[in-house]
């Protein structure tokens, strides 16, 4: 898809997101929607190191929480809009991806995804004892009851989660197919040759943790007037990561769609799972899928397609040849 | 065959059928509205961190519907509890609240239990004014202060204070005065409130800390912190912990050999039946909060005939098999409502919260009179002191002596054994 297209279906989808939101009253579909675009943005933003560059990240509940962290201490400190939320949420989230990729990057494989995993216990460690933030007790935020424009608050939260996803699959979408994809696939496949090849590879992998955090702190921002209540133990939630992760595997990691496809299906069938057969079951379809996928579909929906795509031209090349 | 009839007569006679069935179906339509059973939406946590209390709670409130809709109903209505999972997770609260509103276009919302699952319920029933009952929140209407908003947790105006109070107040009574105290609780959200709360209590006795400090709330081994308060020998060791540090206390202080003259305050899950059979005796002496026990002086209409039916269900279903923690208050607080709709004989909520507000309510835990915030008017946590336990057997506490209520007076059901070390 061209940038002009990419930019010209984006505003569409803004448009429809918000005539929908003026027709549409049952606030139950945008409290769903939310969570599932906000789970396209954590997807998106855990791809872009995860599965461009093959870092894989258990960390992504410490830049969510700290992005709805520094939402909490701008609303108390200045009463801050939202705007300013997002901002500051995905500047101090980059600014830890940036700080964290310094002192982790070095390490790979297995050594790697440990550090970012002790990364969030111990950033949830440090709110726990801040009270400022509500400490371990965690803090009630009243949110704005309306906004101009859509009436009531959450129909504007779903809007603005929906350009945030948006914008966070252009980011992925620009990343992957600029010299900074390139050269975060060459990592991928061997670092190494990479390397030899001239790659700056460490300053390539700086930029993709800067912008996954910056991301994943911007997905973060605006949880706090979503739930009103922040509190450690659901922002540094160990979900967040198994689900960041887990949907671009079913989805397909090397490409911008597969985050998208994995978190619409996933995030619909926990959303679904909640309010149908009510039970535990969210994290076992999410397990079970992903078991299925790795064995039946290693490369996600996306590379399950391109494949049968792949058979079908050989089967149409073989044809033709029998024919001639 | 054709009709005979013009095609305008044909027309007048389908009006006039169309407007019989119109006038026809108005009244019928309104019986068929009033057979529609009254709809109490909730969600619970039935998995996740809280589901061995969540599970329990549930059911307590699935008997109350049963019991109510066996008396037919409320205002000639049979009542519907329609409850999703929260699966203790915050943040899938306002989803399930929102379904619950405009999709299952319940009647009425309760909350789920726990502070963490009421409060982000808050908004949405502040933004409809809709009348909202809690199950076991700590101050969750500090910051909101909505006047629709009751909770049936006995801890009264000031939870972080009054949920040791007793405690304290137990302690300066005895002879020799106890002098010192070490506080220890756990980096998390109620131990840190009952922690603020005790040093403003201990400051007030004039009782002096020699130790407070609070370990993560994964600590899997407390000996060390048990060593360390042994080694200051404080007259009162005063704990605020969860339920798996609270067993990893108990034991730890048995295994130092920890023996002050007092031990206990504010442990959660000492109550529950998992750790009361799990420790046995190793609880003996320890004076503990708890909201209900089995004790002469807190027998309320209705108490015993609900948990003999409680206890005979709870083992086919394989929850909480003496149910004295949470399922008599989640029953009591679906009385209340019971008391309010028939009180009003109306689903009006503003009538409803009016009505609770002023009324005082009678509850299978007792009168049940609501004050500020939502708050019980007047606290009413107890100490007990778990006394004489030989075994781990179950059935022991389903009889009263085993955690007789040694604070606040008004319910006094035995005589503390002071000091800790003489139990043991």
Redesign the interface.
Known sequence: MSQRAFLAVAALVVVAGFLVSRVLT???Y???AY?ILQYVVLATAWNILGGYTGYVNFGTPAFFALGAYTSVVLIKMMNAPLGLQLVGGAAVAGLLGLGIGYLTLRLRGVFFSIATLALAVVLQ?LF??WEYTG????L?L??P?TAPLFGHY?QFLFEVMLILALFAVGVAAWIEHSWIGRGLAAIRDNEEAAECMGVPTLRLKLVATTVSGALMGLAGAP?PY????V?P??VF?L?YAVNSLAMPMIGGSTTWVGPIIGAVLLGTAQ?VA??TI???L?LLIVGVILVAFVILAPEGIVGLIQRLARRREGDVRLAHGKAT | MTSKRAPGTRAWISIVVLLAIAVGAGPWASIARAADPIKIGLGMALTGGLAANGKPALMAMQMWAEDVNKKGGLLGRQVQLIYYDDQTKPATVPAIYSKLLDVDKVDIVMSGYGTNMIAPAMPIVIDRKLLFLGLFGLANNEKFQYPNYFQILPAGQNPAVEVSLPFWELAVKQTPKPQTVAIVGADAEYPHNALAGAREVIKKYGLKIVYDATYPPNTTDLTSVARAIKALDPDIVFVASYPPDSALMVQAAHEVGLKPKLFGGGMVGLQFTALLTKLGPKMNGIVNYDYWVPEPTLKFPGIEDFLKRYQARAEKEGVDPLGHYLPPWAYAYCQVLEHAINGTKSLDQQKLADYIRKNEHDTIVGKVKFGKNGEWETSRVLMVQYQGIETSDLEQFKKPGKRPIVAPDKYRSGTLIYPYSKVK
């Open positions: 049952n606030q139950y945008y409290f769903a969570v460690t726990v004892n400490g371990a007790r965690g009630s009243i949110r009851a959450v949880f979503f739930v009103t209540f509190e133990g659901s939630d979900n959303q909640t309010v009510s039970s535990a969210n």
